[in-house]
């Protein structure tokens, strides 16, 4: 598997330097009242996380993208080690960011204190960025559209390829949005999403978006130091947005993303437990399947521990994620 080592080793040095500014970073939250603000719609239990610093995404983002730029920017060994193809996800990432921090401080500080942006405004940004980001994957890339298991052709979407992987795109970034509720789940989960494509990535021989993963992998590890329960940080949309859009560009360049829903299956599961509750209680005209919504929440609801939430779900993580490993490259 060409590429391994290094990105093994890019993802060590991502750890380090997600875990070494991640206590100034904290301190600078703190300093300017960069505080979590508690939704009426959560559970009481959570009453005790506000102020908590939010934002905490940025304690990624910033070692994710020196280590794209820079340490991939330089030869090494004679091997030119960076592709202009990394710059889509990494512009996913950024791009999603900025939505997600606009929606953190109107949150905290905005005339919607407490809210955050609207859900319109919020989606109608989501698919501007996702158009721009497909349209890119299609016509500037030309990435396989989808692999079918057990052939080496890719499928051709033709036109409709734009609209399939817009959804993608938007759905991720939200899946990954709502599974941000309960402290460490949102890390642990993308960590272990990211680490299955990056291993697809590098069998594929796709080595740069491999290491573009596996330093997305160890800046969590990084930030999963201080997110884990009681968290003394929290990633907000800033880092839940930019995760889920930045995974789904991942699964959308290497052509696999048939299994997407599985190898992500927590996110997924998150997404589809609050479009089932909506559309129930619309129906219904009040009545709820699940306690609360996202699905973690209703866990809560029934008197599971955070930390019992954060390790069975990432049990489950897990063995989705092994499993659509095995499937994508089944013969």
Known sequence: MRGFSLAIAISGLAFLLSTIWGEPFIQLLTKFNIGKRIKEDQPATHRKKEDTPTMGGFMFLVPITLLTVILNAVSLFGSKLIGSSILVPLGALWAFAIIGAIDDWEGIRGARKGLGMTARTKFILQVIAAFILAYAMKELLQVPHMFWPASDSPLDFGWAYIPVAMIIIVGMANAVNFTDG????????????????????????????????????????????????????????????????????VALMTGRWLFLPLIAIIPTAELLSVIIQVSYFKITKGKRVFKRTPIHHHFEEINWTESQIVIRFWIIELVGAMLGLSLTFIR
């Open 182 to 249: 309960v402290d460490g789940l949102a890390s642990i989960i993308s960590m272990t999403a990211f680490g299955i494509y990056g291993i697809i990535a590098l069998i594929q021989g796709q080595v740069y978006l491999g290491r573009f993963c596996f330093s997305v992998v160890g800046a969590l590890a990084g930030f999963l130091w201080y997110n884990s329960n009681p968290a003394r940080l929290f990633m907000g949309d800033t880092g839940s947005q930019a995760l889920g859009a930045s995974l789904a560009v």
